[in-house]
């Protein structure tokens, strides 16, 4: 399973951005798709995801302002990002939890991020 994030750049503050994120490999169905962004020197951090099925779940630091979307068939998602602040600067990774076996449990796979760097 391998997961592609692209669409990072560098952005003035207000300023969007959308990244997008497609799973390929031998996968049947994917149960949750998210992302998480890491800045230097600190802790990957959950932003969006949207578990099938459902809707969309947002850490309250993007909440209105980033707008997460999944398209099953393509085994994709965006992540629309607007009113885009300097703290918004990070990497952004692209998830994916894929069932396995064993009922219930998934595995996770991560993409290379992709670089959003918002100037003041």
């Known amino acids: 399973v391998q997961l592609q994030a692209s669409g990072g750049g560098l952005v003035q503050a207000g300023g969007s951005l959308r990244l997008f994120c497609e799973a390929s490999?031998?996968?049947?169905?994917?149960?949750?798709m998210g992302w998480y962004r890491q800045d230097a020197g600190k802790q990957r951090e959950f932003i969006a995801e949207?578990?099938?099925?459902?809707?969309?779940r947002y850490a309250g630091s993007v909440k209105g302002r980033f707008s997460m979307s999944r398209d099953n068939a393509r085994k994709s998602t965006y992540l629309q990002m607007n009113s885009l602040k300097p703290e918004d600067t990070a990497v952004y990774y692209c998830?994916?939890?894929?069932?396995?076996?064993?009922?219930?449990?998934?595995?996770?796979?991560w993409g290379l991020g992709t670089l959003v760097t918002v100037s003041s």
């Open positions: 998830q994916a939890q894929i069932p396995t076996t064993i009922a219930g449990l998934n595995r996770a796979y």
């Open positions: 490999g031998n996968i049947d169905n994917i149960n949750v």
């Open positions: 949207i578990e099938d099925g459902k809707g969309a």
